[in-house]
C-alpha cells in the first residue's frame, strides 16, 4: 500500500560531498591570508590548522560498509487500532568502527507511529549490533515495508554514502478483522452472557425442583432426596435460549474518519467490533443477520444486507460485507436514513438491535429513537474516535456525549468503547447488555428458541 516499487533486493548505493564549515573555511583563509600580509606567525598557524583539517576531511572517503539488517514485526495479523512492535537490527559486519550511522526504516506510508522512532544515528563496533523498537497502529490491509535506508558518514564528516539494506525478517504487516477471532462452527459451542430463560426445563445449572410426575425422565429425579425422605422429586433446569440479532454497521461517509492520521477510521473500529461481536453470538447458536448503512448494495434501501443464519459461511458473508464497507460509504443523506428505517422493519418483532456508531451527527440517534416505536431490544456499542487534544475535538467530544446520553434516554443499552479499552472487555458488556435485553423478551412472552446445552459457560 505504498507508493513506493523499490523491492527488498534493490540496493541503491549513493556516494556524494556535502559543502559543510564554509564559513570556516572563508575564516581560515582570511586569517592566514592577513598573518601572512602581516608577517604575523601566529594568525598564519591559526589559520593553517583549521584548513588542514577541512583539507583531511574533504580528501576522505567512505565506502557502503556490510551491513546485516533484520526487522521483526510482532502481531501480524493483527486487529484494527492495536498497536504493534516493530524492532529493527542492524549489525557492523565489517573489522572497521563506523563512528556514524544514519538507519531509517520504510514504514508503509498509510500507518502511523505510535510510539519510538524508526530513525537512529549510531556508532557501531566491529560485530557490534544496534536494535530498535518502535510501534505503528494497525488498519485494515496488507502493508509492505520498504527496505531500511542506511547513511554513513566518513571520518571527516566530508563524505557520505547512502544505500538501501534489504532486511532480514517481516516485510510486511497483515491487520484483518477477523484477527484473534476464535473459529465458528454451524452449531455454535459457547454461552454469552446470561442468555438463559425462566422457563425450567432440561440442562445442567439447577434451576428449581418440583413434585414428581408421572413420565418424567429418570435422570431428572432426585435420587439423594428420595433416599434421605422416601419422597419423588424432579429437578429443574435452566434453558439457554437463542434470538436474531441484527448487528447494524454506520458505514457513511460522516463515519471514514479516525483519530489522527494514520489511525484506523470510525468504520474499520466499527467492522472490527462488529466481526467479533458476531462471533461471539455465531459461538453461542444465535441467528445473526449484518446491515451496513452507507453501503450501496442489494438489500433494504439500497443498503448492505445480510439475512439471519448461523455458521463459518455466515462470518464469510459479514466480513465480505465489511471490508466492502470500509473502503468508502454511500453518499445519499436521505438513503441512509430510509436505510436505518427499513432493516427495523426486516428485523422482525423479536430480533434484537445492535447498533455499531461512533455517533459524530445526529442521524444514527434518530435511527435509535425510530426503533423504539417497533419495540425492539437495542444495543448501541460507540467506537470512540474524537481526538481530545484540540478544542474543536473536546467541543465534539461534548457532542458525542450528549448523543450517547439521548440513545440511552430512549431505553437503548449504551457501550461507550473508548481509546485503550481492550474490545473484548467492551463486547462482554456489551453482550451481557444484550443478553439482559432477550430476558426482558423472554419474560414479556416475546417468542424465542429454547435450546438445551450439554456444557457449561
Avoid at 117 to 145: D, H, I, K, N, Q
Avoid at 288 to 297: E, F, L, Q, S, T
Wanted: glycine share 12%; with cysteine.
Amino acid at each position: 500500500m505504498t507508493g513506493d516499487d523499490s523491492r527488498p533486493g534493490d540496493r541503491v548505493p549513493v556516494g556524494g560531498r556535502r559543502a559543510r564549515w564554509r564559513g570556516a573555511v572563508a575564516a581560515a583563509v582570511v586569517l592566514a591570508g592577513a598573518g601572512a600580509w602581516l608577517g604575523d606567525g601566529a594568525l598564519v598557524l591559526a589559520g593553517t590548522i583549521p584548513l588542514a583539517y577541512l583539507a583531511s576531511g574533504s580528501l576522505s572517503a567512505v565506502e557502503v560498509p556490510e551491513l546485516a539488517v533484520e526487522r521483526s514485526v510482532a502481531a501480524s495479523p493483527a486487529p484494527p487500532g492495536r498497536p504493534v512492535g516493530v524492532t529493527l537490527s542492524v549489525t557492523n559486519e565489517t573489522e572497521r568502527t563506523l563512528s556514524d550511522v544514519r538507519v531509517v526504516d520504510g514504514v508503509p506510508d498509510d500507518l502511523a507511529v505510535l510510539d519510538g522512532s524508526p530513525r537512529a544515528g549510531v556508532a557501531l563496533e566491529p560485530g557490534e549490533t544496534w536494535t530498535g523498537e518502535y510501534t505503528v497502529v494497525a488498519r485494515r490491509g496488507e502493508y509492505r515495508f520498504d527496505p531500511p535506508r542506511v547513511r554513513v558518514r566518513g571520518t571527516g564528516g566530508g563524505a557520505v554514502a547512502t544505500t538501501t539494506r534489504p532486511a532480514e525478517g517481516d516485510d510486511r504487516l497483515v491487520c484483518r478483522f477477523d484477527a484473534e477471532a476464535p473459529p465458528v462452527t454451524d452449531e455454535g459451542t459457547d454461552h454469552i452472557g446470561q442468555l438463559s430463560s425462566d422457563d425450567p426445563g432440561a440442562g445442567l445449572t439447577f434451576h428449581s425442583s418440583r413434585e414428581y410426575r408421572h413420565g418424567d425422565p429418570a435422570d431428572r429425579i432426585n435420587w439423594r432426596q428420595y433416599a434421605k425422605r422416601g419422597e419423588l422429586a424432579t429437578v429443574n433446569y435452566e434453558q439457554w435460549v437463542s434470538t436474531t440479532v441484527v448487528l447494524v454497521l454506520d458505514a457513511r461517509p460522516a463515519c471514514q474518519v479516525g483519530a489522527g492520521p494514520g489511525r484506523p477510521s470510525a468504520v474499520e473500529l466499527g467492522a472490527y467490533a462488529a466481526t467479533q461481536a458476531m462471533t461471539a453470538l455465531l459461538r453461542a447458536g444465535h441467528d445473526v443477520a449484518v446491515a451496513a448503512v452507507g453501503v450501496d448494495g442489494s438489500g433494504p434501501a439500497g443498503t448492505g444486507w445480510v439475512g439471519p443464519g448461523r455458521g463459518r459461511e455466515q462470518r464469510e458473508r459479514a466480513l465480505s460485507l465489511f471490508e466492502t464497507a470500509s473502503e468508502a460509504g454511500g453518499s445519499n443523506p436521505e438513503r441512509n436514513r430510509r436505510g436505518f428505517r427499513k432493516v427495523a422493519e426486516l428485523a422482525g418483532p423479536d430480533a434484537e438491535l445492535l447498533l455499531v456508531s461512533p455517533l459524530l451527527d445526529d442521524v444514527p440517534v434518530e435511527a435509535v429513537t425510530e426503533w423504539q416505536a417497533f419495540g425492539h431490544a437495542r444495543t448501541v456499542l460507540s467506537p470512540d474516535v474524537v481526538p481530545d487534544n484540540t478544542v474543536s475535538g473536546r467541543v465534539e467530544a461534548v457532542r458525542r456525549r450528549t448523543r450517547l446520553a439521548r440513545c440511552q434516554s430512549t431505553g437503548a443499552r449504551v457501550v461507550d468503547w473508548r481509546r485503550g479499552t481492550p474490545l473484548p472487555v467492551v463486547l462482554d458488556h456489551a453482550l451481557d447488555v444484550a443478553a439482559r435485553d432477550v430476558e426482558e423478551f423472554a419474560h414479556a412472552g416475546a417468542s424465542v428458541t429454547p435450546t438445551t446445552r450439554e456444557g457449561g459457560r
